[in-house]
């Protein structure tokens, strides 16, 4: 539980180490691949060629790796956080509209509860208000 | 060339990877190729699919890797069956019997 804590913030904070490190893994393999295929009597072409082939995408490889460091769905979530505040940034009228409309409406709702809870819904601050007189 | 190989069946790869781990500490290349080898040439992990399942067991607490220097003095990763890891092993070793067993018993009956 604990490890599997530690992976991940790892995982979240250390990005590009760990990146770097992925990368560092998958070329050692590739490496090790294609010295496989040279020695079995391939050209270097044909090697490099074959592995690419077993191996399949590098990114999609990659990205599935990412995938199960158990990061991803933070990741994106940030990713589209922050592609919002760029289209918002992008467009300040809108923006600025938004924003009021939110603030006012917000604002008055508020602004109303709060009226109508001490009229309507609060009980009179009296020891028993059923036997108060008009 | 044409050998027959077999793809491996859904959920076979994280046992196949704690399997040879129990053997000593590996880096990912050595650990397809031992597969390869110990089941006669007839098994071939996707290469795609082994990085992902290495990361996974990793987070799961039941791998552990390293830096270390390989045999042709490079740097590789080395992962290593850990505490957890080999009970992992027993209990997935311990389902697969059941599992091949049952499936073998059905195939026998018809």
């Given at each position: 539980?604990?490890?599997?804590?530690?992976?991940?913030?790892?995982?979240?904070?250390r990005r590009?180490?760990?990146?770097?490190?992925l990368?560092?893994?998958?070329?050692?393999?590739?490496e090790?691949q294609?010295?496989?295929?040279?020695r079995?009597?391939l050209t270097?072409?044909?090697a490099?060629?074959?592995?690419r082939?077993?191996?399949g995408?590098?990114g999609?490889?990659?990205?599935?790796?990412?995938?199960s460091?158990?990061?991803?769905?933070l990741e994106t979530t940030a990713?589209d956080?922050?592609?919002?505040?760029?289209?918002?940034s992008?467009?300040?009228?809108?923006?600025v509209?938004?924003?009021?409309?939110?603030?006012?409406?917000?604002?008055?709702?508020?602004?109303?509860f709060?009226?109508?809870?001490?009229?309507?819904l609060e009980?009179l601050?009296?020891?028993?208000p059923?036997s108060?007189?008009? | 060339m044409?050998?027959p190989h077999?793809?491996?069946p859904?959920?076979?790869?994280?046992?196949?990877?704690?399997r040879?781990?129990?053997?000593?500490r590996?880096?990912g290349?050595?650990?397809s190729?031992?597969?390869?080898q110990?089941?006669s040439d007839v098994?071939?992990?996707?290469?795609?699919?082994?990085?992902?399942a290495?990361?996974?067991l990793?987070?799961?607490?039941?791998?552990?890797?390293?830096?270390?220097?390989?045999?042709n003095?490079?740097?590789?990763?080395f992962y290593?069956?850990s505490?957890?890891?080999r009970?992992?092993?027993?209990?997935?070793?311990?389902a697969?019997?059941?599992?091949?067993a049952?499936?073998?018993q059905?195939?026998g009956?018809?």
């Amino acid at each position: 539980m604990l490890s599997d804590l530690i992976f991940r913030l790892r995982s979240l904070f250390r990005r590009s180490s760990v990146e770097n490190e992925l990368d560092d893994e998958l070329r050692f393999h590739l490496e090790q691949q294609v010295e496989k295929h040279i020695r079995s009597g391939l050209t270097r072409n044909d090697a490099l060629r074959q592995t690419r082939l077993e191996f399949g995408g590098l990114g999609h490889v990659k990205e599935d790796c990412r995938e199960s460091r158990g990061i991803t769905f933070l990741e994106t979530t940030a990713r589209d956080i922050r592609y919002a505040l760029r289209q918002l940034s992008r467009t300040p009228a809108f923006t600025v509209t938004v924003l009021l409309t939110l603030a006012l409406g917000i604002g008055a709702n508020a602004a109303i509860f709060t009226l109508v809870n001490a009229v309507l819904l609060e009980k009179l601050p009296v020891a028993d208000p059923a036997s108060l007189v008009r | 060339m044409v050998a027959p190989h077999i793809d491996l069946p859904q959920g076979t790869l994280d046992l196949l990877i704690l399997r040879t781990l129990a053997l000593g500490r590996q880096h990912g290349w050595a650990i397809s190729e031992r597969v390869q080898q110990m089941s006669s040439d007839v098994l071939r992990i996707q290469q795609g699919s082994l990085y992902p399942a290495l990361h996974r067991l990793e987070r799961r607490g039941w791998i552990k890797a390293h830096w270390g220097t390989s045999e042709n003095n490079r740097r590789a990763k080395f992962y290593e069956l850990s505490k957890s890891g080999r009970q992992q092993l027993d209990v997935e070793t311990d389902a697969w019997a059941k599992l091949t067993a049952a499936v073998a018993q059905i195939l026998g009956t018809v």
